[in-house]
């Protein structure tokens, strides 16, 4: 009879995470131009991810306002990219901005947020 020993036991960490819920706030929703929104707080809970997070910011721009052309720029060393970024708007109309979060789980898009 030949003698068998039992496998060796082994240990394999798993994550598992939940889709994201993209989630922010800003100093502010209206005001004359040039209007600088600093900080957009990125409030998105990334406590269940297993994995670093990727941000995208959209700002969609519509007319209004006498504006008839989309200014708006990203500030401070910061992008559409960026967690937390600055955004400068300066020419009059009404922007959409949203936030896209993306992990294993796939990728979450904001609420719409405007401003005039």
């Keep these: 009879m030949e003698n068998v020993c039992p496998p060796e036991p082994f240990t394999r960490q798993i994550c598992i995470e ?10 502010e929703t209206e005001g004359c131009g040039p209007l600088t929104v600093r900080p957009v707080t990125n409030t998105t809970d990334e406590s269940t991810s297993c994995e670093e997070v990727d941000y995208l910011w959209t700002v969609t721009y519509e007319e209004g306002y006498c504006g008839d052309t989309d200014n ?3 500030i401070n060393d910061t992008d559409a990219t960026s967690a937390d970024p600055e955004i400068l708007f300066t020419g009059p109309g009404i922007y959409s901005l949203t936030l896209s979060a993306t992990n294993t789980c796939g990728t979450v898009v904001s609420p719409p947020q405007i401003y005039k």
């Design 72 to 74: 708006h720029s990203f």
């Design 18 to 27: 939940a889709p994201l819920e993209p989630l922010f706030s800003v100093s």
